[in-house]
């Protein structure tokens, strides 16, 4: 398992840069990772990122862009605002979980 370090901090992730130990994770490590996306992390992006871990915790999968939406209560418009491009992915990666089913 490949293994990341940002900031002096070591963790490990997959292929693709996902986090593989959920515990490895916490919102500073949020913060120097979209430092590196160019996101600067305000309420409005934490509210989506603590939904997805607190989901995530009891679904065990990474919730998706619909489930954002129907259970969350998430508008999807505006989680393409706050995370453009591929706002599932970004969120996913920003929170220290897997990839959501169904992202490419």
Known sequence: MPTNTLNGRSFQVN????????????????????ALIGVELDEAHWAPLRFMREDSATSGITPTLRRMQTVGGFDIKELYR?????????????AGLPKPVGCV
Do not use: I, N, S
């Open 15 to 34: 292929d693709e840069g996902f986090l593989t130990r959920r515990d490895e994770w916490d919102e500073d490590l949020a913060l120097d990772l979209a």
């Open 82 to 94: 706050l995370y453009p491009g591929k706002p599932a992915k970004k969120m996913a990666w920003l």
